[in-house]
């Protein structure tokens, strides 16, 4: 009976490593809900980026929509801006916009985790939290 039990817990474990260590850049591809930027909560807002297959990259920052590219190796990952819609908003949404548009290109890796996405900068730190959608 311990036997079974020690091959079934190392079947799942192998089964749980094979899921986090999903390619990223297939991973990634679709549209993402941006939680947090820099650890701070995004509120009332519909921020967001979507991946596509082809490198292209677009999203909102709260206030304006933005295009540009990406690139993937490894967990590697790297967002270009291109444009931008340059619209008013609420001041909050600004406030908003402006911290999404600086954190962008601090990006650098990226991991998945259970249909999250974290972005982090160099140093392992997290610029953003998204949810798929």
């Known amino acids: 009976m311990k036997k079974l039990m020690l091959a079934s817990t190392i079947l799942l474990l ?31 807002s519909p921020a967001s980026l979507k991946f596509d297959v082809d490198g292209r990259v677009a999203g909102n920052n709260s206030c304006n929509n933005f295009f540009g590219q990406y690139g993937v190796e490894g967990n590697d990952i790297k967002l270009t801006a291109k444009g931008s819609t340059r619209m008013m908003c609420p001041e909050s949404l600004m406030r908003q916009a402006n911290s999404i548009d600086r954190a962008i290109p601090l990006i650098a890796l990226g991991e998945t985790n259970m249909g999250q996405l974290e972005l982090l900068d160099v140093t392992g730190k997290t610029v953003f939290v998204l949810n798929k959608l």
């Open 14 to 44: 192998s089964g749980c490593q094979s899921l986090s260590s999903e390619n990223l850049e297939t991973a990634i591809i679709g549209d993402w809900q941006i939680e947090s930027v820099m650890g701070t909560p995004v509120v009332d």
